[in-house]
C-alpha cells in the first residue's frame, strides 16, 4: 500500500512540476513571429516587414525597440536587423510579449 502511495505521489509530483516549466514561454526580444527558437533568424525579420505593410497580425512582439509609444515602424525594423547581426545573435528575453527583460544590458 505505502508504495502505491508513493507511485501516485511521484506521478503527481512530476506532472504538476511539468505544468509549471510550461506555463512560461520565454521568447527573445525580436522573436516577432513567437516561434519560440533560442536564436533570432530570418524568419523574424520576414515577419516584422509583413507586420509594417500590413498583411500579418502584430502578435505582441513587433516592438523591437521597445520605444514607450508602442508603436511598430521603421525603427523596430532597424532594430531587428541589428540583433540579427550581433555575433551571438540573442537579445534580451520577453514573456508574453511584456517588456520583462531578463538581460541587464543596456539596449539604447
Keep these: 500500500m505505502k508504495k502505491i502511495i508513493a507511485v501516485l505521489i511521484a506521478a503527481?509530483?512530476?506532472s504538476?512540476?511539468?505544468?509549471i516549466?510550461?506555463?512560461d514561454t520565454v521568447y527573445l526580444l525580436g522573436d516577432t513571429n513567437k516561434s519560440g527558437e533560442p536564436t533570432l533568424n530570418s524568419a523574424d525579420l520576414a515577419?516584422?516587414?509583413k507586420v509594417l505593410l500590413g498583411t500579418e497580425e502584430d502578435l505582441g512582439m513587433s516592438n523591437v525597440n521597445e520605444d514607450e509609444n508602442g508603436d511598430v515602424d521603421i525603427l523596430d525594423l532597424v532594430r531587428l536587423k541589428k540583433l540579427l547581426s550581433r555575433a551571438?545573435?540573442?537579445g534580451p528575453a520577453l514573456?508574453?510579449?511584456v517588456n520583462e527583460i531578463i538581460d541587464e544590458e543596456n539596449w539604447n
Excluded at 16 to 19: A, E, R, V, Y
Design 47 to 49: 515577419y516584422l516587414k
Design 95 to 97: 514573456t508574453y510579449g
Design 16 to 19: 504538476s512540476f511539468g505544468l
Design 12 to 14: 503527481l509530483t512530476i
Design 88 to 90: 551571438e545573435n540573442s
Design 21 to 23: 516549466a510550461n506555463a
